[in-house]
């Protein structure tokens, strides 16, 4: 967790930039906030920590230290060992493909679509009675993108059945309309 101030997107001072780009640079996955936004959250954790200065970084709820410490870590290559990496998209999207035997990649989700082919699919897939988990791509930019190429499909909505692409709404409707589309969702073929 880093506290900063302002957010990674927006930093709003040079050293939280710099702890930013540090942390962006190794691929560590990290959360913020922005101590701005709570003066007494700013004011408590320079006590609670003895740390009188901001970005602070935490990992499992340990100070790590503030910008000089952490150029000193990653100067001496630690940094890396003490904090926990993004995991690479390519295996996020596996995991995420896998979340739920039947797993539709649209924009918006089952209570509210957000594009006319991601509705016609949730009639269609509602209509089965099949169990189903959605991701809005609307919400990830990198998956989004990324999935495109990972699946070799470039449009969304996208369906998954058992980790493995069955196809978007057009192949969705011909497999429903020839009969084929319920026994894939169960897993029968």
Request: net charge negative; charged share 30%.
């Amino acid at each position: 967790m880093l506290f900063m101030k302002g957010t990674p997107q927006e930093p709003r001072c040079g050293f939280s930039k710099q702890m930013v780009e540090i942390l962006h640079k190794h691929n560590i996955q990290f959360s913020s906030f922005d101590i701005f936004s709570d003066e007494e959250v700013r004011q408590g954790l320079k006590t609670y920590s003895n740390w009188p200065t901001y970005p602070q970084l935490y990992v499992s709820g340990e100070l790590i230290g503030g910008l000089d410490i952490i150029k000193e870590l990653e100067a001496s290559e630690e940094l890396d060992t003490i904090c926990p990496k993004a995991p690479k998209l390519e295996e996020r999207l596996k995991v995420l493909t896998n979340k739920a035997s039947v797993m539709l990649f649209m924009k918006g989700n089952k209570q509210e679509a957000k594009c006319g082919f991601s509705k016609q699919i949730l009639e269609i897939l509602n209509s089965t009675g099949v169990e189903y988990e959605t991701f809005d791509i609307l919400e990830d930019e990198e998956v989004r993108q990324g999935l495109k190429t990972f699946s070799n499909w470039p449009t969304y909505p996208q369906l998954y059945v058992r980790g493995e692409l069955v196809g978007g709404l057009d192949i969705v409707k011909e497999l429903k309309d020839n009969g084929e589309l319920l026994p894939i969702l169960k897993g029968e073929n």
